[in-house]
């Protein structure tokens, strides 16, 4: 879990299908608030995170890659 997208960037970079990673892109990133909107999504993200994805939670929306991430040609 990180606020830093280069964990994300690098994911891509790499063929993997692994770790996951939850990157938190909010506005509020007071522990309580981040801990209330990760505790209250988690049922709908568990398994994107159990089979390595990148989770993107942002103020209005939340964002799932499955790795490894393919490029488009």
Do not use: K
């Amino acid at each position: 879990m990180s606020a830093d997208t280069d964990f994300g960037t690098l994911l891509v970079q790499e063929p993997t299908s692994g770790p996951s990673v939850l990157l938190l892109r909010r506005t509020d990133l007071r522990p309580e608030r981040v801990l209330a909107v990760i505790l209250a999504n988690l049922p709908t993200i568990a398994d994107a995170l159990e089979h390595g994805s990148i989770v993107v939670i942002e103020d209005r929306r939340i964002r799932v890659r499955r790795l490894p991430v393919r490029r488009r040609e």
